[in-house]
């Protein structure tokens, strides 16, 4: 079973810039769809943006649209969600997340396809 560990989450001003980073274990990263989902504090998990196996399609929430960014790297296993222009309403709970050994033309923002989980990391924006 792959594991995915986030880094990269902290305490950050808004407008600035944060990265968070998921490491994959295992060989079927290359051949799987990923993504980033949110939780706030109460609330039901959201989601952030995902990527298909080859970087050929992304998709972003209406939220964060412009402002962040995912990509990946095959050879190192990792995924990458670049923010910028943070917000205080950006602070959440954000996971990341594999459709494994799923390779779509379009990806998926229903939580339900994704089978892998992260532990999360926390990202938390003061105004």
Not at 31 to 44: A, C, I, L, T, V
Not at 112 to 121: C, D, E, K, M, P
């Amino acid at each position: 079973q792959v594991q995915l560990v986030e880094s990269g989450g902290g305490l950050v001003q808004a407008g600035e810039s944060l990265r968070l980073t998921c490491r994959a274990s295992g060989r079927t990263f290359g051949s799987s769809d990923m993504g980033w989902f949110r939780q706030f504090p109460g609330k039901e998990r959201e989601f952030v943006a995902a990527i298909n196996c080859i970087s050929r399609d992304r998709k972003f929430a209406d939220s964060v649209k412009g402002r962040f960014t995912i990509s990946r790297d095959n050879a190192e296993n990792t995924l990458f969600l670049q923010m910028n222009w943070l917000k205080p309403e950006d602070t959440a709970v954000y996971y990341c997340v594999i459709r494994t050994d799923y390779c779509s033309d379009f990806v998926s923002s229903l939580q339900s396809v994704y089978n892998g989980w992260g532990q999360g990391t926390r990202v938390t924006v003061s105004s």
